[in-house]
Protein backbone atom coordinates (compact mmCIF):
# COMPACT_ATOMS: atom_id res chain seq x y z
CA UNK A 1 0.00 0.00 0.00
CA UNK A 2 1.24 3.54 -0.81
CA UNK A 3 1.03 6.04 1.68
CA UNK A 4 -1.83 7.76 -0.04
CA UNK A 5 -3.22 4.77 -0.15
CA UNK A 6 -2.82 4.01 3.50
CA UNK A 7 -4.56 7.52 4.40
CA UNK A 8 -7.44 7.17 2.33
CA UNK A 9 -8.09 3.85 3.79
CA UNK A 10 -7.35 5.32 7.26
CA UNK A 11 -9.78 8.12 6.50
CA UNK A 12 -12.29 5.38 5.03
CA UNK A 13 -11.86 3.59 8.68
CA UNK A 14 -12.39 6.00 10.55
CA UNK A 15 -15.71 7.09 8.90
CA UNK A 16 -17.45 3.95 8.70
CA UNK A 17 -15.70 0.82 10.33
CA UNK A 18 -18.09 -1.81 9.31
CA UNK A 19 -18.35 -0.47 5.56
CA UNK A 20 -14.61 0.03 5.29
CA UNK A 21 -13.08 -3.15 6.96
CA UNK A 22 -13.77 -5.73 4.35
CA UNK A 23 -12.40 -3.50 1.51
CA UNK A 24 -8.99 -3.53 4.06
CA UNK A 25 -9.39 -7.49 4.39
CA UNK A 26 -9.85 -7.34 0.69
CA UNK A 27 -6.88 -5.27 0.22
CA UNK A 28 -4.26 -7.24 2.43
CA UNK A 29 -5.63 -11.04 2.87
CA UNK A 30 -4.09 -12.42 0.33
CA UNK A 31 -0.59 -10.99 1.41
CA UNK A 32 -0.74 -11.54 5.15
CA UNK A 33 -1.57 -15.44 3.94
CA UNK A 34 1.19 -15.43 1.55
CA UNK A 35 3.22 -14.13 4.63
CA UNK A 36 1.74 -16.18 7.22
CA UNK A 37 2.10 -19.31 5.36
CA UNK A 38 6.17 -19.16 5.23
CA UNK A 39 6.49 -18.66 8.85
CA UNK A 40 3.71 -21.30 10.17
CA UNK A 41 4.09 -25.02 8.75
CA UNK A 42 0.84 -25.69 7.21
CA UNK A 43 -1.74 -23.92 5.59
CA UNK A 44 -4.42 -24.65 7.93
CA UNK A 45 -2.32 -23.37 10.35
CA UNK A 46 -2.00 -19.96 8.43
CA UNK A 47 -5.00 -19.68 7.47
CA UNK A 48 -6.10 -19.53 11.13
CA UNK A 49 -3.83 -16.94 11.86
CA UNK A 50 -4.62 -15.12 8.80
CA UNK A 51 -8.62 -15.00 10.34
CA UNK A 52 -7.26 -14.01 13.89
CA UNK A 53 -5.31 -11.24 12.34
CA UNK A 54 -8.26 -9.75 11.06
CA UNK A 55 -10.33 -10.23 14.01
CA UNK A 56 -7.88 -9.01 16.60
CA UNK A 57 -7.24 -5.86 13.94
CA UNK A 58 -11.29 -5.24 13.77
CA UNK A 59 -11.62 -5.60 17.81
CA UNK A 60 -8.78 -3.00 18.13
CA UNK A 61 -9.81 -0.37 15.52
CA UNK A 62 -13.65 -0.64 16.67
CA UNK A 63 -12.37 0.30 20.31
CA UNK A 64 -10.07 2.95 18.66
CA UNK A 65 -11.66 6.70 18.52
CA UNK A 66 -11.49 8.07 14.36
CA UNK A 67 -8.23 9.97 15.34
CA UNK A 68 -6.00 7.03 16.31
CA UNK A 69 -7.97 4.93 13.06
CA UNK A 70 -6.48 8.17 10.92
CA UNK A 71 -2.89 7.51 12.39
CA UNK A 72 -2.45 3.89 12.17
CA UNK A 73 0.48 2.60 9.77
CA UNK A 74 -1.52 0.09 8.70
CA UNK A 75 0.59 -2.65 7.25
CA UNK A 76 2.98 -2.50 10.13
CA UNK A 77 0.48 -2.51 12.23
CA UNK A 78 -1.48 -5.67 10.83
CA UNK A 79 2.20 -7.05 10.21
CA UNK A 80 2.46 -7.03 14.36
CA UNK A 81 -0.32 -8.35 14.79
CA UNK A 82 0.55 -11.48 12.44
CA UNK A 83 4.07 -11.99 13.53
CA UNK A 84 2.88 -11.80 17.11
CA UNK A 85 0.38 -14.19 16.23
CA UNK A 86 3.11 -16.21 14.65
CA UNK A 87 5.13 -16.73 17.76
CA UNK A 88 2.24 -17.67 19.61
CA UNK A 89 1.67 -20.41 17.62
CA UNK A 90 5.00 -21.50 17.81
CA UNK A 91 5.07 -21.95 21.30
CA UNK A 92 2.28 -23.82 21.07
CA UNK A 93 3.51 -25.89 18.06
CA UNK A 94 6.69 -27.32 20.54
CA UNK A 95 3.93 -28.45 22.63
CA UNK A 96 1.97 -30.66 20.26
CA UNK A 97 2.74 -33.68 17.76
CA UNK A 98 3.51 -32.86 14.32
CA UNK A 99 1.63 -33.53 11.86
CA UNK A 100 1.85 -33.70 7.85
CA UNK A 101 0.05 -31.91 5.72
CA UNK A 102 -1.08 -32.63 2.00
CA UNK A 103 -0.48 -30.32 -0.87
CA UNK A 104 -3.82 -28.80 -0.85
CA UNK A 105 -2.96 -26.35 -3.52
CA UNK A 106 -1.63 -28.51 -5.84
CA UNK A 107 -4.78 -30.96 -4.97
CA UNK A 108 -7.27 -28.23 -5.79
CA UNK A 109 -5.55 -27.00 -8.97
CA UNK A 110 -5.88 -31.01 -10.34
CA UNK A 111 -2.55 -31.82 -10.83
CA UNK A 112 -2.03 -35.24 -11.22
CA UNK A 113 0.57 -37.00 -8.88
CA UNK A 114 3.60 -36.59 -10.16
CA UNK A 115 3.71 -32.51 -10.56
CA UNK A 116 1.97 -32.18 -7.19
CA UNK A 117 4.98 -34.47 -6.01
CA UNK A 118 7.40 -31.88 -7.92
CA UNK A 119 5.21 -29.41 -6.19
CA UNK A 120 5.32 -30.54 -2.92
CA UNK A 121 8.99 -31.04 -3.00
CA UNK A 122 9.88 -28.45 -4.20
CA UNK A 123 7.84 -26.39 -1.42
CA UNK A 124 9.11 -28.85 0.79
CA UNK A 125 12.79 -27.52 0.26
CA UNK A 126 12.40 -24.08 0.60
CA UNK A 127 10.55 -24.53 3.82
CA UNK A 128 13.44 -26.46 5.04
CA UNK A 129 15.52 -23.88 4.41
CA UNK A 130 13.36 -21.14 5.70
CA UNK A 131 13.59 -22.98 8.93
CA UNK A 132 17.22 -23.36 8.74
CA UNK A 133 17.33 -19.32 8.90
CA UNK A 134 16.65 -17.71 12.95
CA UNK A 135 13.26 -17.21 13.74
CA UNK A 136 14.25 -13.05 13.37
CA UNK A 137 16.08 -13.61 9.84
CA UNK A 138 12.85 -16.09 8.64
CA UNK A 139 10.64 -13.26 9.61
CA UNK A 140 12.43 -10.45 8.11
CA UNK A 141 13.48 -12.30 4.96
CA UNK A 142 9.71 -13.19 4.69
CA UNK A 143 8.19 -9.87 5.33
CA UNK A 144 11.10 -8.21 2.61
CA UNK A 145 11.17 -10.60 0.13
CA UNK A 146 7.80 -12.93 0.26
CA UNK A 147 5.33 -9.86 1.27
CA UNK A 148 7.47 -6.36 0.29
CA UNK A 149 7.38 -4.45 3.00
CA UNK A 150 9.69 -1.65 3.43
CA UNK A 151 12.34 -2.18 5.98
CA UNK A 152 10.39 0.26 8.66
CA UNK A 153 7.38 -1.27 8.38
CA UNK A 154 9.04 -4.77 9.44
CA UNK A 155 11.06 -2.91 12.35
CA UNK A 156 7.33 -1.78 13.50
CA UNK A 157 5.85 -5.29 13.15
CA UNK A 158 8.77 -7.03 14.73
CA UNK A 159 9.72 -4.06 17.10
CA UNK A 160 13.06 -4.65 16.25
CA UNK A 161 15.19 -1.41 15.04
CA UNK A 162 15.82 -0.85 11.22
CA UNK A 163 19.08 -1.71 10.91
CA UNK A 164 18.80 -4.58 12.76
CA UNK A 165 16.27 -5.85 10.42
CA UNK A 166 18.08 -4.89 7.19
CA UNK A 167 21.25 -7.04 9.28
CA UNK A 168 18.86 -9.66 9.42
CA UNK A 169 17.65 -9.90 5.87
CA UNK A 170 21.31 -9.96 4.89
CA UNK A 171 21.95 -12.83 6.93
CA UNK A 172 19.12 -14.36 5.94
CA UNK A 173 19.69 -14.06 2.36
CA UNK A 174 22.70 -15.08 2.71
CA UNK A 175 22.41 -18.08 4.70
CA UNK A 176 19.56 -19.04 2.06
CA UNK A 177 22.37 -18.78 -1.17
CA UNK A 178 24.72 -20.84 1.02
CA UNK A 179 22.10 -23.91 1.10
CA UNK A 180 21.02 -23.26 -2.12
CA UNK A 181 24.41 -23.70 -3.47
CA UNK A 182 25.03 -27.11 -1.23
Known amino acids: MTVD???????????DLDRAFPDLMRELQAGVYSGVRRMVPTGADAED??????IRAYRAMDGY?????RQLNLPGW?????????????????RRPRTVELDR????AGMGPEASAVLSDENRRWAD??????SPQRTAVVLRHVVGLSYADIAEATGRVEGTVKA???RGIAKLKETVTT
Not at 49 to 54: G, K, L, M, N, R
Not at 105 to 108: L, Q
Request: overall charge negative.
Open 49 to 54: ITQEVF
Open 65 to 69: PPERI
Open 78 to 94: IWTIAVNLCRNAARTRS
Open 168 to 170: DVH
Open 129 to 134: RLSQLS
Open 5 to 15: TVDLVNDRLAA
Open 105 to 108: DAFE
